[in-house]
T-cell receptor, first 111, second 113 residues
Framework: DQQVKQNSPSLSVQEGRISILNCDYT??????FLWYKKYPAEGPTFLIS?????DKNEDGRFTVFLNKSAKHLSLHIVPSQPGDSAVYFC??????????FGAGTRLTVKP | EAQVTQNPRYLITVTGKKLTVTCSQN?????MSWYRQDPGLGLRQIYY???????DKGDVPEGYKVSRKEKRNFPLILESPSPNQTSLYFC????????????FGPGTRLLVL
């Protein structure tokens, strides 16, 4: 029972363009959402998060949008850079308890 | 440097041969977890520990054991590994109240023949 879903296994964009990674969840108890970035042979690293009381959080080139009614969040990367090529995991948590992760989306940014 | 270390990084073993993957963190974090990553399934939590001598099952605990005798260490034990435990394993740690503080180790790739 996957409570967090990333339906696109991969995404390819041109350098300088926008990357949009999507994530859907089913559990309405989730109150905190996170994006992690993972390079090969390394562990995931925290990228950006958003609380359920907000609908947008921005950090430099990265913005996360939350649509609670649709149980959907997205990560926007603008402009995309080749160094952004990685696997991105969406995760959700309730009451600061354990996270549920999506399957990941592999982003490739082409020069 | 704040970090979570895991050893070994790569391991090939045979069915039934007991193995231990070590995990250590230097951030004085209360909370530690083990995850496994499988294609199409993302990261799934195996076991977690909220503090010394306090451990609990995650979503996929079958076939695994853990212990938390010291705050910094959280070893994962496979008493009798089976091929379906072939996976990429991550240890993680964080402060008790903030999920966004979670640090992951570099991963241990295990192949059980």
């Amino acid at each position: 029972d996957q409570q967090v879903k990333q339906n696109s296994p991969s995404l390819s964009v041109q350098e300088g363009r926008i990357s949009i990674l999507n994530c859907d969840y089913t559990n309405s108890m989730f109150d905190y959402f996170l994006w992690y970035k993972k390079y090969p042979a390394e562990g995931p690293t925290f990228l950006i998060s958003i609380s359920s009381i907000k609908d947008k959080n921005e950090d430099g080139r990265f913005t996360v949008f939350l649509n609670k009614s649709a149980k959907h969040l997205s990560l926007h990367i603008v402009p995309s850079q080749p160094g952004d090529s990685a696997v991105y995991f969406c995760a959700a948590s309730s009451n600061n308890n354990d996270m549920r992760f999506g399957a990941g989306t592999r982003l490739t940014v082409k020069p | 440097e704040a970090q979570v270390t895991q050893n070994p990084r790569y391991l090939i073993t045979v069915t039934g041969k007991k193995l231990t993957v070590t995990c250590s963190q230097n951030m004085n974090h209360e909370y530690m977890s083990w995850y496994r990553q499988d294609p199409g399934l993302g990261l799934r939590q195996i076991y977690y520990s909220m503090n010394v001598e306090v451990t609990d099952k995650g979503d996929v605990p079958e076939g695994y054991k853990v212990s938390r005798k010291e705050k910094r260490n959280f070893p994962l034990i496979l008493e009798s590994p089976s091929p379906n435990q072939t996976s990429l394993y991550f240890c993680a740690s964080r402060t008790g109240g903030r999920v966004e503080t979670q640090y992951f180790g570099p991963g241990t790739r295990l192949l059980v023949l």
